[in-house]
């Protein structure tokens, strides 16, 4: 039976924290920043932790089962 590959995508946009958290970027970071605040900017800079819904979906799409 061949490996369990993991998924690429979802790799490249979250990591998993040594205590088992799932972490992830903010959005809306990318374009368009004239018009937002250098607050609101500075906010998303930081990582954020996934929901708990989302991080059981996103470890086995990283841990590939």
Not at 3 to 29: D, E, P, Q
């Amino acid at each position: 039976m061949p490996k369990m590959k993991r998924n690429k995508s979802v790799a490249k946009r979250f990591k998993i924290t040594a205590s088992g958290k799932v972490k992830r970027s903010h959005a809306f970071k990318s374009h368009i920043l004239t018009k937002k605040t250098p607050k609101r900017k500075r906010h998303l800079r930081k990582a954020a932790v996934c929901a708990s819904g989302d991080a059981r979906r996103m470890k086995r799409l990283l841990l590939g089962g």
